[in-house]
């Protein structure tokens, strides 16, 4: 049974930090294409950062996120982490990880993948930021 299980959310002032992470288990993580994506309420799911498939793989981010998230990965662990560094009030929103297999970092942040036999997503983990 494939799991994605996010942590690290919560409530934190405008310009601080937070880290989340993704624990995948069940699947081969490096055969996937990893992301975070993070929707608020009334508005739709949006790419935040991804990561191509495969070992190493390329990080494609979000024109909101350049320069404040970082993605990273580490495959042993099957764990996903997104280091979100100066948050501003409209990163407010809930924080979902993602797993598609062999997909490109480019392709899975174009759009949020519908669940499937071979897509998965976790739970979600609440930010807010206060100003």
């Known amino acids: 049974q494939v799991q994605a299980v996010e942590s690290g959310g919560g409530l934190v002032l405008a310009g601080g930090s937070l880290r989340l992470s993704c624990q995948v288990s069940?699947?081969?993580?490096?055969?996937?294409?990893v992301g975070w994506f993070r929707q608020s309420p009334g508005a739709k799911r949006d790419a935040v950062p991804c990561?191509?498939?495969?070992?190493?793989?390329?990080?494609y981010y979000a024109d909101s996120v350049k320069g404040r998230f970082t993605i990273s990965k580490d495959n042993a662990k099957k764990t996903l982490y997104l280091q979100m560094n100066t948050l501003r009030p409209e990163d407010t929103a809930l924080y979902y990880c993602?797993?598609?297999?062999?997909?490109?970092?480019?392709?899975?942040?174009?759009?949020?993948?519908?669940?499937?036999?071979?897509?998965?997503w976790g739970q979600g983990t609440q930010v807010t930021v206060s100003s």
């Open positions: 993602v797993a598609d297999y062999g997909k490109f970092a480019s392709t899975l942040c174009a759009r949020p993948p519908p669940v499937s036999g071979t897509t998965y």
């Open positions: 069940g699947l081969v993580f490096t055969d996937y294409g």
């Open positions: 990561f191509d498939w495969g070992v190493t793989g390329n990080p």
